[in-house]
């Protein structure tokens, strides 16, 4: 079993003393920095990025992953005490959990969620661990052609699964593109958009791009919508869940898990489309259907486990392709960047211990929430009591100060600022960011793949058709359009969304 | 003719303004062909997308119904930003802890709720906790005070 040494050769690394203090370190400042309402997994993760540059890629990476995990996880405890979904992903767990922290059951609440997470996140490690490495072994094989079509595939998936208008979706994503062009052209050397200023010659910075739309204009629009929230602080009571609700949920969980880990490895499905999904079919499947949406025990644990499996499983397509599946993972390919690693399939065979080590630690860190998140509710929930109009600064202050350590250029600062301009237009006019960021990200790589494939095939574009892999991509990627275009599904759709 | 989606109307005009814009900003750099394409091509030709796609989008505005764009609210925008760009100034002039504070006193006055008193009190403590934390414990090079 070749994967079961590689894992245990994982383990070994994800188990120095060191690598797992940083996970530790991830998780925690995840989950505290997670559990403050109205901040994602995006806005988290891209604030706490300084905290690993002075790292090795290993334990920085560890760290992110930690860091991520636990945002994921806070979002959960806030959903469930404020009725507030620190992020999307968390949205469905809201709607039996906090009528369950209502009726006094938020301790058991909480205490399923770490544990539907845990099992899932198990699961979905062994998932990667399994699935990854014939994938980065295809992926090896692709020509520039079929990475081409790849993106193209990936990017119609992104938006087809995204919220909102499907043209809107498409329009952010060209738009992220142009953005993501700015800087220096790398075939030609040509400084392109940057108006003359010297500063956007590398571009615009990624993390200040994912901080303006997904931290401070998610913190403008809380600040507009100022609703009196119901915080249940007071009366946790014990976060163990009976005996009779471990036993109601053993099928949930099964479910989420497996719904979750399919749904993650989707381009622009991860972590949201999985817990919706979960939350509906165990609407439709448990028995008995008791009372979903008035606080069922299996209305927590199924998307809770969902959410944490697919943010698991979309490592995969990271790890594997160097292709992000939602803005997360494109601020974990920043992050490698940053040290100096192009990530894609050859991580795994040039940077094994990378690659190893961070799968064994998404075990570590799915541990270490259970043992950090258990007992630690208590503090978790003071946390809630802090007023909003005291934690916003506070997130302008670290927005501010990550972005400028990224490379320590002032001008980042002025990025943010403009960008998130930029962004609280476009999210007044109901356009999604999500696509924009993925957009953004492989622009860049889009164009350089294109070019290299016209140069090969002296022009012709006919290659994309007549390369098998390529063009089961392109078929693939308008089969979707196409489903998504007809007009039963797209009802469907929006009753999903709705929920 | 009116506009019976006004949210896509404007989401349309923008996207035709931005793809236009990039297309005949992309002018000045060489196009090249299909074979070896320049540094023009591939902006020009997602730029005309969006462009196309702002004007379906625009275009839908007028038949189908929509949602009326919510107010902008020009105080907690204005503000926030306002409070991002002195940081900058004050980074680059006066050093981390003049920075933080301008941030945090300018920043806070976004919301409604704020309170002069424990507005200062927040300022010092995340002066001290970034001090402590990005310069002493991470060891992140940021200048804490001016430049003598």
């Known amino acids: 079993m070749e994967t079961l040494s590689n894992l245990a050769f994982g383990l070994g690394i994800a188990l120095s003393w060191q690598n797992i203090l940083y996970c530790f370190i991830g998780c925690f400042l995840g989950t505290l920095v997670g559990v403050l309402p109205g901040i994602g997994p995006v806005a988290t993760v891209a604030m706490l990025l300084p905290f690993t540059f002075g790292l090795e890629p290993a334990p920085a990476l560890i760290m992110l992953a930690g860091i991520y995990y636990g945002a994921q996880y806070g979002g959960s405890t806030t959903a469930i005490l404020v009725n507030i979904p620190g992020e999307s992903s968390s949205v469905v767990t809201t709607l039996d959990g906090h009528q369950m922290a209502r009726r006094g059951r938020a301790g058991p609440a909480l205490g399923i969620a770490a544990i539907g997470s845990f099992i899932a996140g198990c699961i979905a490690t062994l998932v990667v661990a399994f699935?990854?490495?014939?994938?980065?072994?295809?992926?090896?094989?692709?020509?520039?052609?079929?990475?081409?079509?790849?993106?193209?595939?990936?990017?119609?998936?992104?938006?087809?699964?995204?919220?909102?208008?499907?043209l809107k979706a498409i329009a952010m994503v060209c738009f992220g593109i142009l953005l993501g062009l700015i800087g220096t052209d790398v075939n030609s050397g040509v400084i392109r958009f940057a108006f003359g200023w010297p500063e956007l010659t590398d571009g615009i910075g990624f993390v200040a791009l994912a901080m303006a739309f997904f931290g401070i204009t998610d913190v403008i629009f809380n600040l507009e919508h100022k609703e009196k929230q119901e915080v249940f602080t007071s009366r946790i009571g014990s976060v163990l869940p009976t005996a009779e609700d471990l036993r109601a949920c053993a099928g949930s969980i099964a479910r989420g898990t497996t719904l979750g880990a399919i749904l993650g490895i989707l381009p622009g499905g991860g972590a949201l489309l999985a817990s919706f999904a979960a939350y509906m079919v165990e609407k439709k499947v448990a028995r008995p259907p008791r009372m979903f949406g008035q606080g069922d025990i299996r209305g927590v644990a199924a998307p809770e486990s969902a959410n944490n499996?697919?943010?698991?499983?979309?490592?995969?397509?990271?790890?594997?392709?160097?292709?992000?599946?939602?803005?997360?993972?494109?601020?974990?390919?920043?992050?490698?960047?940053?040290?100096?690693?192009?990530?894609?399939p050859q991580v795994m065979t040039e940077r094994p211990e990378l690659f190893w080590g961070l799968i064994a630690s998404m075990w570590i860190g799915n541990l270490m929430l259970l043992v950090l998140n258990l007992p630690l509710v208590g503090l978790w929930v003071k946390l809630l009591a802090v007023p909003y109009r005291l934690l916003f600064p506070a997130i302008f202050v670290f927005c501010c100060i990550g972005v400028y350590t990224v490379d320590n250029k002032i001008f980042d600062i002025y990025e943010i600022a403009a960008l998130s301009a930029v962004g609280y237009v476009l999210l007044k006019l109901?356009?999604?960011?999500?696509?924009?960021?993925?957009?953004?990200?492989?622009?860049?790589?889009?164009?350089?793949?294109?070019?290299?494939?016209?140069?090969?095939?002296?022009?012709?574009?006919?290659?994309?058709?007549?390369?098998?892999?390529?063009?089961?991509?392109?078929?693939?990627?308008?089969?979707?359009?196409l489903v998504i275009a007809l007009p039963s599904l797209r009802a469907k759709r929006e009753e999903a969304m709705q929920e | 003719m009116c506009i019976r989606s006004p949210k896509d109307f404007w989401a349309g005009l923008i996207f035709i303004a931005i793809g236009s814009g990039f297309i005949l900003l992309a002018q000045q750099y060489r196009l090249g062909d299909l074979h070896r394409m320049g540094p023009a091509m591939f902006p020009t030709l997602v730029g005309a997308l969006l462009a196309a796609l702002g004007a379906v989008v625009a275009l839908r505005s007028f038949v189908l119904v929509g949602a009326a764009v919510p107010r902008f609210y020009a105080g907690p925008i204005g503000v926030s930003v306002l409070?991002?760009?002195?940081?900058?100034i004050a980074l680059q002039w006066l050093g981390l802890v003049a920075a933080v504070a301008v941030l945090v006193l300018v920043g806070a006055q976004a919301s409604r709720e704020v309170r002069l008193l424990e507005t200062l009190a927040l300022a010092a403590v995340m002066i001290a906790f970034?001090?402590?934390?990005?310069?002493?414990?991470?060891?992140?090079?940021?200048?804490?005070?001016?430049?003598?």
């Open chain 1, 430 to 481: 109901d356009c999604e960011p999500a696509p924009m960021v993925l957009g953004f990200i492989l622009g860049p790589m889009m164009e350089e793949n294109l070019r290299r494939t016209m140069m090969i095939s002296f022009g012709d574009p006919s290659v994309f058709f007549t390369r098998p892999i390529s063009a089961a991509f392109l078929i693939a990627a308008v089969l979707l359009l």
């Open chain 2, 130 to 148: 970034s001090v402590a934390v990005f310069v002493w414990l991470l060891g992140l090079p940021l200048p804490l005070w001016p430049d003598s």
């Open chain 1, 131 to 166: 699935f990854a490495p014939p994938l980065a072994e295809i992926a090896l094989k692709f020509g520039p052609a079929d990475y081409f079509s790849l993106m193209v595939f990936g990017l119609v998936a992104a938006v087809v699964l995204a919220r909102g208008s499907l």
């Open chain 1, 309 to 344: 499996a697919g943010a698991q499983t979309s490592f995969i397509p990271m790890l594997t392709l160097g292709i992000p599946s939602n803005p997360t993972m494109a601020l974990m390919i920043g992050a490698l960047m940053i040290q100096g690693i192009a990530p894609g």
């Open chain 2, 83 to 88: 409070a991002i760009v002195l940081f900058g």
